[in-house]
């Protein structure tokens, strides 16, 4: 059983920064690539970053060059440091994670999700 626990959300002012952090624990073999998403409510949840077991990064256009995400592969732990934060950029964060367990089997689990609120 695989588990993905968030924690790093909360409320900032215009311009500041805020760091999400996302843990996976259970029966984990590896773990592929690592991501976080964001939803408002009443729409689709949308891809903000994502980071592969190797390091390489992608970013949605909205958040490139404010928001970066890293990896700390023997903690099996990814982040979102988020600076420059704009009202937008308020949602729940959902961290995702591609892993494949010791019976081989692999799936893509999601965390409970944290809320960032941004005012302006």
């Known amino acids: 059983q695989v588990q993905l626990v968030e924690s790093g959300g909360g409320l900032v002012q215009a311009g500041g920064s805020l760091r999400l952090s996302c843990a996976a624990s259970?029966?984990?073999?590896?773990?592929?690539?690592m991501g976080w998403y964001r939803q408002v409510p009443g729409e689709q949840r949308d891809l903000v970053a994502t980071?592969?077991?190797?390091?390489?990064?992608n970013y949605e256009n909205s958040v490139k060059g404010r928001f970066t995400i890293s990896r700390d592969n023997a903690k099996n732990t990814v982040y979102l440091q988020m600076n420059s934060l704009k009202p937008e950029d308020t949602a729940v964060y959902y961290c995702n994670a591609h892993i494949i367990d010791w019976g081989f089997s692999d799936g893509r689990y999601w965390g409970q999700g944290t809320q960032v609120t941004v005012s302006s």
């Open positions: 980071i592969s077991s190797g390091g390489s990064t």
């Open positions: 259970g029966s984990i073999r590896n773990i592929l690539v």
